[in-house]
């Protein structure tokens, strides 16, 4: 496990920002979703042992933030939401002293930073000065800071934000490459669910410092799912009657040949099977209706999610 | 989107696998990063080349003397205008260094660059001190230890105690100042926020800092309250120390004076810095 959080609280002063918060983060590419306001920075905070030790148990990469907060930065890397960068320096000199910083020797982070600025797209504009960077320039030049010195974990903190269509797409292509071709563990936190359902294998979902779901985003799709998409081979309609007799709503979907069933509470799919077996009918095809992540997300901040 | 379709990008990056150094010595980064941004400035390497230049004349003054025995008496003269020209290249030297330290660090929000990576707080403060400590040692005490060498080997009188006491006495005062310029400015840099402004501010403090000491003294008739400004007070101390007379008591006044002024500069910085310092 990359990241693994027990009843952690945080807290401003006398604001209190996370409560309780638990979940545990496999490797691979994880969006932390939450609104504005939701505790996402602070927990990444957290993470990196910028924030004091409060009650709660925290590993990152098998290591304790509040008693090796350093250890912790040296292997992951981190990306600010907020417009970062040190005056006077060129790309390339800002990424290799990132990668200093983090412990690499300078021949190797000049060598890596040259690397690692073509990968994001800035090595045309490596040698011009950070002050004349566009928002997108140094949005990636960010990411590149994140990466130069290989971490094992990758925090970046809403990557898209300020960024035009296109600059956001090419942000989150990019992420997901990181993710997915070169294997660097991803925490993404943002407020956008499309840029979480692009990118992410799994979510934590956080509202007002609580955790409302956390695993993979499949299952949070289906979780927040209560329909069932149900194909007979033959005998729709009369499937649909005795679904509706065994006390289901059923909505029939025109087109796709799919009877839509609406689960109540303590309802499940043993009775569908049930009914069909008493109808006589064949049974193709069974499985939970997909939600988009937006509907799932709606849901579970309105308080009808589930617990994880 | 399939990850097919992510490779647009140059397939060449691979991350690095190489080993990381231990997090314990980044203020050495920190400071070398710092100096090598000075150097980017023409006029910093120009005041750095220049700042040797006092050295070469006063060798050459030193060696004059010893060849002429009337000018022996003159010899102890040498190290007080020495000083002062010194003092100025070191002015200039933690203007450039030290003007957008942490101020350019707070208005540009690079602090997280730091902090978000394996750097304490401590080596944080470090590395920004040392660039500027190093400045001052490098107008200071580097050219002062050269100086006090060709006057070693140049006098027949000098033995090596008195070399020693030279040296000592360079040290100390090399020392002192660097650590009042480095805090003073540091703080200066943290209040004013732009590299511009206070730079600007850095070089009034020092020459006002002169005048302080001096017209506090001048009126109440004490003569330590020289101390008082950090400029005036390394120069009564080089005064006490090399150009002979002076007692331990102006030593420890003009000492307590400079350190004085770093430990305002650092509680300065300290409180700028607060919210960084549990990092």
Not at chain 2, 247 to 256: K, N, Q
Request: aromatic residues 10%; neutral net charge.
């Amino acid at each position: 496990m990359i990241i693994s959080c027990q009843n952690l609280d945080q807290a401003y002063k006398s604001h209190r920002v996370l409560f309780g918060v638990s979940f545990g983060i496999e490797s691979g590419c994880t969006g932390l979703l939450g609104p504005n306001g939701a505790g996402k920075s602070t927990l990444i905070k957290t993470l990196l042992g910028q924030l004091p030790l409060r009650p709660g148990r925290v590993q990152v990469a098998d290591r304790d933030p509040a008693t090796e907060p350093l250890r912790v930065r040296q292997s992951a890397g981190y990306m600010p939401e907020s417009d970062v960068y040190l005056p006077g320096m060129n790309g390339l000199e800002l990424c290799a002293f990132c990668g200093q910083l983090s412990g690499m020797r300078r021949a190797d982070a000049v060598s890596k930073a040259h690397e690692v600025l073509y990968f994001v797209g800035l090595g045309e504009a490596r040698y011009r000065e950070v002050d004349g960077y566009s928002t997108g320039m140094r949005q990636r030049l960010k990411l590149a800071g994140a990466l130069v010195h290989g971490p094992e974990l990758l925090l970046l903190d809403e990557p898209t934000t300020g960024l035009d269509p296109a600059g956001r797409d090419e942000m989150l292509q990019l992420i997901d490459d990181v993710a997915h071709q070169r294997e660097i563990n991803v925490l993404f936190s943002s407020h956008i669910l499309r840029d979480i359902e692009q990118t992410c294998d799994h979510v934590v979902v956080l509202n007002e410092g609580r955790v409302l779901f956390s695993g993979s985003r499949d299952d949070f799709q289906h979780q927040e799912s209560r329909v069932l998409h149900v194909k007979v081979k033959e005998g729709r309609e009369q499937m649909a009657a005795g679904l509706v007799s065994s006390g289901f709503e059923v909505v029939s979907r025109e087109g796709t040949g799919h009877l839509e069933v609406a689960l109540s509470e303590g309802q499940n799919a043993d009775a569908i099977w049930k009914t069909a077996r008493e109808l006589n009918l064949q049974i193709r095809h069974l499985a939970p209706a997909t939600v988009s992540l937006e509907q799932a997300f709606e849901k579970a901040v309105d308080g009808e999610g589930t617990s994880p | 989107m399939s990850h097919d379709d992510a490779r647009i990008y140059d397939q060449a990056y691979r991350p690095f696998a190489g080993g990381l150094a231990s997090p314990r010595s980044r203020f050495l980064i920190i400071a070398a990063n710092e100096l090598r941004q000075a150097w980017k400035s023409k006029w910093f390497k120009r005041i750095a080349w220049f700042s040797f230049g006092p050295l070469i004349v006063f060798a050459v003054l030193v060696v004059v003397a010893a060849r002429f025995d009337g000018l022996g008496g003159q010899m102890e003269d040498i190290w007080m205008p020495f000083w002062g020209i010194q003092m100025f290249f070191a002015m200039l030297m933690v203007f450039f260094i030290g003007r957008g330290a942490v101020g350019e660090d707070l208005r540009t929000g690079a602090l997280i660059v730091y902090f978000s990576r394996p750097v304490s707080f401590m080596q944080y403060l470090t590395g920004k001190w040392l660039a500027v400590g190093v400045g001052v040692l490098g107008v200071t005490l580097v050219p002062g230890v050269v100086l006090a060498i060709f006057r070693w080997l140049a006098e027949p009188d000098a033995g090596v105690l008195d070399f020693l006491f030279w040296l000592g006495s360079l040290l100390l005062l090399s020392g002192l100042l660097a650590l009042c310029m480095g805090w003073v400015v540091l703080a200066v840099s943290a209040l004013s926020g732009r590299a511009r402004a206070a730079g600007i501010v850095w070089v009034i403090l020092f020459f006002i800092s002169f005048g302080i000491g001096e017209g506090l003294a001048e009126a109440t008739g004490i003569y330590e309250l020289n101390a008082v400004g950090f400029s005036q007070a390394s120069e009564q101390l080089a005064r006490s120390l090399l150009g002979g007379g002076g007692t331990l008591g102006e030593v420890f006044w003009f000492s307590l004076g400079q350190l004085g002024w770093a430990l305002l500069g650092l509680v300065v910085v300290l409180i700028k810095l607060r919210r960084w310092m549990r990092v």
